[in-house]
């Protein structure tokens, strides 16, 4: 025979699973937004290349080695 208590306590760890369950889903899909978001920025990045990176090369062009 089952007490019901043990059928309440079932309940209850049904519900904490399932919240946990929910808790860790709405955690992975806030997870998956923001490497999302950090990849197009990365890809934002290497697309414009800065104007200053002109000026660096001819900056190193300029220097001679040894001297």
């Not at 309940?11 to 369950?21: H, I, L, N, T, W």
Request: hydrophobic share 30%; aromatic share 0%; net charge positive.
């Amino acid at each position: 025979m089952i007490d019901p208590k043990d059928k309440r306590e079932g309940q209850s760890a049904a519900r904490a699973k399932g919240s946990r369950q929910d808790r860790l889903k709405l955690a992975l899909r806030e997870n998956l937004k923001r490497r999302k978001s950090q990849a197009r920025e990365r890809d934002k990045m290497i697309a414009q290349p800065s104007q200053d990176d002109e000026a660096i090369l001819h900056q190193g062009a300029a220097k001679k080695p040894g001297k």
